[in-house]
């Protein structure tokens, strides 16, 4: 029998883990990859010798990685090498005050007690319940498609039911009343794009990740992760064609018979897209758009980012591989991003040295410093904007870490909302998807299955399950199941 074909836009980690998928189940797969490089977000800058992965940087949820290789029958240990961190990362509150976040929860829990008498024990039982919920989420819940609210409620989330009121932000405030371990416990739902006090308390289960789990690094950047991941498809039949955009969907009734690029049209079975949700949408006619301009203006959307990519000519002191500046008010930083969408007067800001861990990102005796700012998206981005900002930022690198940076930048690159737009054709510039507030969840997220055409399909930060590298692997596997279900080859 002829394989039914398979056209994906886009190659990042969903359409990657997609491909895998569909190329196992006995389809015929072709990836259609704008830029010419693939990788989606997780493509990588090179310079002089420096190398820096453009989009994720955190390797969290190692197990997530392994169950989708171990679906192949092989393991990530075939496709690259992995470190744990220690410390995993550290945060700066003041020049004065930082934690040093360690690779194992005993040692964190003694952190914990030397700042708050009694914390230690109080953050055990916080594991528990983030244990719990990890449990329930990880290895259930979020391998649903999202066609049915019966796929989760079930006795245990129905136990659980309290978990989706309270907020994250109020279950921490129970555990710790430091501020700053509070902040600590707060960090990770950022992963998912919203705020803590908007998270619904069951996402705890991040903190799960974060302690007991670990943080990560592929040795060479998670860029490795996408060459593990191209290999692999490779090995299935997959194919891949570079600087292929995708400017028309051609229908033939509800059914979509074929793509057209800048260089020519491809026939297809079935069309899946990872690339952004509504631009995939707007090459369609308007009676076959499942989502209007207002549906799509009216939703939370996750942070865009500026970010900045610095080679320096010397390492950098008092920072770790990762590097949480946390010495403003998060909270006002916050509303800047959802509330009021304007620049922040007072950002926090992340920042990655990932040469203090792998000789590949620098030249010898050189350091890679990757600065994350996170931003609402669709703000005017301009050269100017972008200058001040990075001003701001070596400011207060400098003034927190108490040492000259500026002198010894070799140079800078910046990526922000005007790129997000140019390269991924991002909705408003968006960095991370849709946010996973209550509203936003599950069922309540855009399908994975088009309503009004019968043979398109979407992956990806902006449907089931959301935003991240691991949901983003395991969208991929159950868009794949879908495809099969309703498309038998």
């Keep these: 029998m002829k394989k039914k074909k398979v056209i994906i836009m886009g190659s990042g980690f969903s359409s990657l883990s997609a491909s895998c998928y569909l190329a196992q189940a006995g389809f015929d797969v072709t990836i259609l990859e704008k830029n010419d490089t693939i990788g989606g977000r997780a493509r990588q800058f090179k310079k002089d010798g420096f190398v820096f992965d453009i989009g994720p940087t955190f390797y969290w949820m190692p197990d997530v990685f392994e169950s989708f290789f171990n679906d192949f029958k092989t393991s990530t240990t075939n496709f690259y090498a992995l470190k744990k961190l220690n410390p995993a990362y550290k945060v700066y509150f003041n020049k004065d005050e930082s934690i040093a976040i360690e690779d194992d929860l005993e040692k964190i829990k003694s952190t914990f007690e030397t700042i708050e008498p009694n914390s230690g024990k109080a953050l055990q039982k916080f594991m528990k319940k983030s244990e719990d ?27 659980k039911s309290g978990a989706f009121i309270k907020t994250i932000k109020n279950q921490v405030a129970g555990y710790v009343k430091n501020k700053s371990l509070q902040k600590i416990l707060e960090f990770p739902v950022l992963f998912l794009g919203a705020k803590p006090s908007n998270t619904p308390s069951f996402y705890n289960f991040m903190n799960y990740a974060d302690f007991e789990l670990g943080t990560w690094h592929p040795m060479g950047g998670m860029y490795e992760v996408v060459k593990g991941i191209e290999k692999l498809a490779l090995s299935l039949g997959v194919k891949f064609e570079t600087n292929r955009s995708v ?21 297809c079975d079935i069309l899946l897209s990872g690339a952004d949700y509504h631009h995939t949408e707007t090459l369609l006619p308007e009676a076959f758009k499942q989502y209007s301009e207002l549906y799509w203006d009216k939703k939370t959307f996750a942070p865009s980012a500026l970010l900045f990519f610095v080679g320096f000519d010397k390492p950098i002191d008092h920072v770790t591989h990762h590097t949480l500046f946390f010495d403003t008010d998060f909270e006002a930083h916050a509303e800047t991003i959802y509330d009021t969408k304007t620049w922040p007067e007072k950002p926090l800001f992340y920042a990655s040295f990932p040469s203090k861990t792998d000789a590949v990102a620098a030249p010898e005796g050189k350091e890679a410093g990757i600065f994350l700012m996170p931003i609402a998206p669709d703000l005017e981005d301009t050269p100017e904007i972008r200058a001040k900002y990075f001003d701001k930022l070596m400011t207060r690198l400098e003034d927190t870490i108490g040492s ?25 510039g968006n960095a991370y998807g849709l946010a996973n507030t209550l509203l936003q969840t599950h069922i309540l997220r855009p399908k994975l299955k088009s309503k009004k055409v019968d043979n398109l399909y979407f992956c990806g930060q902006l449907t089931v399950p959301g935003p991240g590298v691991p949901p983003s692997l395991i969208s991929g596997k159950i868009v794949s199941e879908l495809i099969s279900k309703y498309s038998k080859s």
């Excluded at 649903?144 to 129905?158: A, D, H, L, R």
């Excluded at 793509?259 to 491809?266: A, E, I, L, R």
């Design 133 to 159: 919920n990890y449990n329930i989420a990880i290895k259930d819940l979020v391998y649903n498609p999202g066609e049915s609210v019966f796929e989760i409620v079930n006795w245990e989330t129905i136990t």
């Design 247 to 267: 400017t028309a969907i051609n229908l033939d009734g509800k059914q979509v018979k074929s793509v057209t690029t800048t260089q020519q049209d491809y026939p």
């Design 404 to 428: 000259d940076v500026r002198s010894h930048i070799l140079f800078k690159e910046s990526y922000c909302v005007n790129d997000f737009k140019d390269d991924y054709n991002s909705y408003k």
